[in-house]
Each structure stands twice: as C-alpha cells, then as structure tokens.
C-alpha cells in the first residue's frame, strides 16, 4: 500500500520553528515533485512549497524567507523547515507527492495532515 505519512506538527508560539516531516512508503518506483499545502478552517487548500527530484523550490509568498523545503530521494522524504511561525500560519498541513508506482504514469498521492497552531 502506497501511503504518505507526515509527522511534526504541534502547538508553537509566534516565533517558535517546526519541522514536518513526510515519508513516502510501499512500491515506489520513482518520485516527482513532492511539496506542502495547508489548509485552516474556512479556507481552500493552497500551496505552501514544492520541490522537484532535482532539487528546484518553489514557494508562496506568503511563507518565503521563513520557510524552507528539502528532500531525501534515497529516503523518499520531504521535510518542510518553518520559522519565524505567525498565528496565520495556523493551519493543517498535508504532504503531496506525484509518485511511480508501478504503472508508467505518476499519480498523486496526499498524506492524512498534520495540525500546526501557532498561538500568539
């Protein structure tokens, strides 16, 4: 079963760091961009930050500067480094992969979420 799993949320205060951690498990032939999106209440889903297997990022604005993406393709990880946390920042954050399982396309994969409540 092909599944991503994240880990690393938690309560901070403005101004605290977190890190998010996702790994990419089961029959996995090869990965694309993997990246982060987060959702808070009452809003849609909107991209946090990408990275390609050759290491190209992206990021919203809004997170530029305090945020930082990385990668592990032995590992099948990607991590997202956040600091300088706003209450703005709070949110759930999910994991996205497009990934090569078997077949000769990549599909895209999300992980369940992880909470990140930043309190002011």
């Known amino acids: 079963q092909v599944q991503l799993v994240e880990s690393g949320g938690g309560l901070v205060q403005a101004g605290g760091s977190l890190r998010l951690s996702c790994t990419a498990s089961?029959?996995?032939?090869?990965?694309?961009?993997m990246g982060w999106y987060r959702q808070a209440p009452g809003k849609q889903r909107e991209l946090v930050a990408t990275i390609s297997g050759s290491g190209s990022t992206n990021y919203a604005d809004s997170v530029k500067g305090r945020f930082t993406i990385f990668r592990d393709n032995a590992k099948k990880t990607v991590d997202l480094q956040m600091n300088s946390l706003k209450p703005e920042d709070t949110a759930v954050y999910y994991c996205?992969?497009?990934?090569?399982?078997?077949?000769?396309?990549?599909?895209?994969?999300w992980g369940q979420g992880t909470q990140v409540t930043v309190s002011s």
């Open positions: 996205n992969a497009n990934l090569n399982t078997g077949a000769s396309s990549l599909y895209n994969y």
């Open positions: 089961g029959r996995i032939f090869s990965i694309g961009v």
